[in-house]
């Protein structure tokens, strides 16, 4: 069956970084395009970044420059990448992908940014 798996998540000083994990099972991991999403305490999950199949990304707007998606296909693993860290970027983080029209998320990885 289709699994996502988030790690990489804690607690981290304003101006740190961390580096996002989503490790996939149950399907081709290469036929896919991914996406990160966060949900902050008392808002909706927003999208952050999504990738294709040949690595061509896109960030939204608030995260350029400081959050960066990537994968490696031979390790059935997705990244995100987080620099330059905010308070603001507190958050539970998700990977998300779609397949034949169902949709699949992970159970999510805490990030706590704060001094």
């Known amino acids: 069956q289709v699994q996502l798996v988030e790690s990489g998540g804690g607690l981290v000083q304003p101006g740190g970084s961390l580096r996002l994990s989503c490790a996939a099972s149950?399907?081709?991991?290469?036929?896919?395009?991914f996406d990160w999403y966060r949900q902050a305490p008392g808002k909706e999950r927003e999208l952050l970044a999504s990738?294709?199949?040949?690595?061509?990304?896109h960030h939204v707007d608030s995260v350029k420059g400081r959050l960066t998606i990537s994968r490696d296909n031979a390790k059935n693993t997705l990244y995100l990448q987080m620099n330059s860290l905010k308070p603001d970027d507190t958050a539970v983080y998700y990977c998300?992908?779609?397949?034949?029209?169902?949709?699949?998320w992970g159970q999510g990885t805490q990030v706590t940014v704060s001094s």
């Open positions: 998300h992908v779609w397949i034949r029209t169902i949709d699949y």
């Open positions: 149950g399907f081709t991991f290469s036929d896919y395009g």
């Open positions: 990738i294709n199949t040949v690595s061509d990304t």
